[in-house]
């Protein structure tokens, strides 16, 4: 078979069977797969939403041929045997971050509307991990050859700690090659370190502050942010994005509506936790011990690019480093803001350390670093690359856009050899009304998703050419 033969065959089996994947999609949607480890007991290791999501794709992939197995809740894979037991891998996730406050959808189902399926996960990871398993069965219906056994894993913790490919990788030895659709076509070749923090102030004596809730990850620029605060309304200014409201008793609610983005392209967001924190600056709404803690956050959320806390840096791949702050609370007295960077290998994760260690300690604060992920590379020129980047490029007809590197961390970056790989074309735009990752009203075109099957059908054939 040729490259149209292939793509002629993907497309009768989008038209006899599209409805079907959707329907995959949406029996995992509905599953509110969300870490919760104080829930979790023998086969949860991440809580029983994860262990349940992993059991119904484990399913799923039973269902269309695939031999499945299920690792005690913490990852499970699903094998299509080829001609030899070495693998070609594809690795997706079914844990999701929180719904968070702003859906006009239902967050735990799939809505069709004007061509895109709306919900939590329909983006990230669900709605590709669903479309590639469907690929991959797609080529097994083919009269093609297949030298390797096809190995879809699918992880259970990938929106935290990524514990489930630590468990994978101490069981069983790697595939040859292996790819994940859960970030942007055309391929990801190499992705920035990962380091998230956490900022906690000194316990604060006769707090201005009452209550300051931002942000529902650590790993997103906050879109919603709220504090309560002592002070009189009705002498406070306007501002845009906030609203200010008297909330009896000498207190004040003030609500910020930023914008929500993922914490590799904060650019793309605006932080409303910094539209909190500089309106309480400018309007004296703390005390001494709270101004100095909200003075080093401001540092923190007002530049992406780590400028504000002494971490800038960038390197010829990678380029600068970003930093968001994700979320902010008061925990037992004491303000607690976490933070997320991506960063390149012009610096280290000690560097980090030190600069937010001396930010934290000059205020009698403490600097926690709560994750840590080096750097992963494989060059640009490499075959398996190169498949993936002409897939695309012969399925779309586009030649502009090339391998890139990201600062997301995906599962690519935990195994030996491997790349992300769609879905997103993030030059398309959508609706106002369709959200992003990790925002409110998720959502994913159906037309990106058969676009993506038709190019994971041809990559697949073709990787199975080579001699991995």
Known sequence: MNREDIIAAADAYLDEHWDDVVADIAKLVEIPSIEDLAAAGLGEPYGPGPAKALAKALEIAESHGFAATNCDGHVGFADLAGETDTQLGI?????????GPGWSFEPFAVTRKDGFLMGRGC????????????AAKCLAGMDVPRPYTIRFIFGANEETSMADVVYYREHYADPAFIFTPDADFPVCYGEKGGYDGCITSPAIIDPVILEFDGGGATNAVPGRATALVRGDASKLPPAERLTIADAGDGLIRITAEGVNAHAAWPERGISAIKLIVDYLLENGLCNEQEREFLELDQKLVSYTDGSGVGIASADEYFGPLTVVGGTIHIVEGRLVQTMDSRWPTSITADEITAAMTKLTDAIGGTFENTLLMVPFLVKPDDKEIQVLQDAFQYVTGDTEHKPFTIGGGTYAREFSKGASFGVNMPWIENPDWVGGEHGPDEGVSEE?????????VLALYELMQLDL
């Open 91 to 99: 690795i997706g996730h079914v844990d999701v971050v929180p719904a």
């Open 123 to 134: 983006l990230d990871d669900k709605g590709p991990s669903v479309t590639a398993l469907h």
């Open 448 to 456: 990106l998703l058969k676009t993506s099957f038709r190019i994971y």
